[in-house]
């Protein structure tokens, strides 16, 4: 993976905020594991912890990139 701040998929379009980053779809699907998990966490921890997986995915990315 070459560019982890990039778009998510492949599209055309010429509006770069419709287009979901790799950061925030990692993030999404953080978020909807730690919510499928069933257990009680509140919205703001649930964000939170949703970002910070999305962000140390990518920064682990980016080291094999290196390697």
């Known amino acids: 993976m070459s560019d982890t701040s990039g778009p998510a998929f492949s599209v055309y379009t010429e509006d770069a905020d419709k287009v979901l980053t790799k950061r925030e ?3 999404a699907m953080a978020m909807q594991g730690t919510i499928a998990s069933g257990k009680y966490l509140n919205e703001d921890t649930v964000c939170e912890r ?3 997986y999305a962000d140390e995915l990518l920064a682990e990315l ?3 990139r290196k390697a």
């Open 25 to 27: 779809l990692f993030a």
């Open 62 to 64: 980016a080291k094999g």
């Open 50 to 52: 949703a970002v910070s």
